[in-house]
């Protein structure tokens, strides 16, 4: 069971937008920035946003990154078959002396 | 740019240790902002961190495996290990290590090993 919450799949035909939530807590969320990481089957993570809404070089500004409260929400839009991929959210926890903890993931479908 | 690649045996038998390193190339460990980190993913699921070392010494694992985790950093090789002990087949999974930067991308994962699937068997 992971610690951040993401619904586990999510689909969206090209050109079309779509949504993926990470729902956390007042210890990591809530009072820490989100990390968002795309993993191609099969391939290494990357990284998609730092700091809740940051693209680092190289990641298409069709792909938005937000936080709210103890949520977070990735938008990618202008969907394009490349997209599909495994999302995760992850963020540092407070408790137990700290620690950085992931979302379960959110396999993207693109139609 | 900085590289990092995983390495170690690709099979460990339950109650033994698994040993990892990762080299880092096209960069330092000796890098004050940069933690190298390792983090897992079992077959088909997601992603679970296991911790990080500064090459100052300074660790932070993942409490639910601090018991049985070590870390350790080689200024000299440039590179950074992972040790993990009394394995079970509950650790069989691909391992990633990782570079957390917290300069300019607060502390996010930034580099990536391209991962080493190790399987836990007797």
């Known amino acids: 069971q992971s610690v951040l919450t993401q619904p586990p799949s999510a689909s969206g035909s090209p050109g079309q937008r779509v949504t993926i939530s990470c729902s956390g807590s007042?210890?990591?969320?809530?009072?820490?920035?989100v990390n968002w990481y795309q993993q191609v089957p099969g391939t290494a993570p990357k990284l998609l946003f730092y700091?809740?809404?940051q693209r680092p070089s190289g990641v298409p500004d069709r792909f938005s990154g937000s936080r709210s409260g103890t949520s977070a929400s990735l938008v990618i839009s202008g969907l394009q078959s490349e997209d599909e991929a495994d999302y995760y959210c992850?963020?540092?926890?407070?408790?137990?002396?700290?620690?950085?903890?992931f979302g379960g993931g959110t396999k993207l479908t693109v139609l | 740019q900085v590289q990092l690649q995983e390495s170690g045996p690709g099979l460990v038998k339950p109650s033994q240790t698994l040993s990892l390193t990762c080299t880092v190339s096209?960069?330092?460990?000796?890098?004050?902002?940069?933690?190298w980190s390792w983090i897992r993913q079992h077959p088909g699921k997601g992603l679970e961190w296991i911790g990080y070392?500064?090459?100052?010494?300074?660790?932070y694992f993942n409490p639910s495996l601090k018991s049985r985790v070590s870390m350790s950093v080689d200024r000299v090789n440039n590179q950074f290990s992972l040790k993990l002990t009394s394995v079970t087949v509950a650790d069989t999974a691909m391992f990633y290590c990782a570079r957390r930067d917290t300069v300019g991308l607060d502390g996010a994962f930034d580099i990536w090993g391209q991962g080493t699937l190790v399987t836990v068997s007797s």
């Open positions: 992850a963020a540092w926890d407070n408790s137990l002396n700290g620690h950085v903890v």
């Open positions: 096209g960069g330092s460990v000796r890098s004050a902002g940069h933690y």
């Open positions: 007042s210890s990591n969320i809530g009072s820490n920035s």
């Open positions: 070392i500064h090459y100052s010494g300074t660790t």
């Open positions: 700091d809740n809404d």
